[in-house]
């Protein structure tokens, strides 16, 4: 179940509380800095945007929004976490379909946490013989860091607490939320 307080700063999710950490306002003007400056190194390279689903999807539909020059977008599926925590057990699907050789390529992810999922998802992206990787990611957790990831495009860099919306979920919930809510820490 997920309901929210009544004036909407805070959505209860399956007993936990989660509050406004970035407004959508927020969000979405960040979103248009990151749209400029991938605009400006990638106007005339033609690039491949690979859509990390499910979480990304909405970052990178307002992304494409902003962006007006030739490109190609495609979606790969990776699925890691089970309700707050990374399994380590990573799924890729979807790769086997695209064509990245001698492509210019960003990958657009919600977050990067631990960083495995990139870090295992780059050297596979690498056998396909891109011209080049870069990632855009909205969030990183840099305190939750343990893997060398090296990240071209950050939204907001946060602190190690989950968070949900704009995209992300707990349990495949509240990935419709137009703000990013952070899980309110409960005292005992
Ligand atoms: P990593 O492999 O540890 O870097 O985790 C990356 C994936 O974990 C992301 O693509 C998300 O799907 C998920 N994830 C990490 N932190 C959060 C969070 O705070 N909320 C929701 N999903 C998260």
Do not use: W
């Not at 945007?49 to 999807?57: I, Q, S």
């Not at 902003?66 to 699925?79: L, S, T, Y």
């Not at 907001?156 to 419709?176: A, C, H, K, S, T």
Request: with cysteine.
């Amino acid at each position: 179940m997920m309901y929210f307080s009544p004036n909407k700063d805070v959505v209860t999710i399956e007993e936990m509380d989660f509050s406004v950490y970035l407004s959508d306002q927020q969000i979405q003007e960040r979103i248009s800095a990151i749209a400029d400056d991938i605009s400006q190194e990638y106007i005339d390279k033609n690039p491949i945007f690979l859509v990390v689903l499910n979480g990304a999807f909405r970052f990178g539909a307002d992304l494409f929004n902003r962006m007006d020059f030739a490109c190609e977008i495609q979606f790969i599926r990776v699925k890691s976490y089970e309700k707050m925590k990374s399994t380590k057990n990573i799924t890729i699907k979807g790769i086997e379909e695209v064509r990245l050789k001698d492509r210019h390529v960003i990958i657009v992810e919600d977050i990067v946490d631990s960083g495995l999922t990139m870090h295992r998802l780059i050297p596979m992206l690498e056998e396909l013989g891109p011209k080049s990787t870069a990632i855009a990611t909205l969030l990183t957790k840099s305190d939750a860091l343990e893997h060398d990831v090296d990240i071209k495009y950050v939204g907001f860099d946060i602190p190690d607490r989950f968070v949900v919306g704009y995209g992300l979920d707990y349990d495949e919930m509240g990935r419709n939320l137009s703000h990013i809510y952070q899980l309110i820490d409960i005292i005992e």
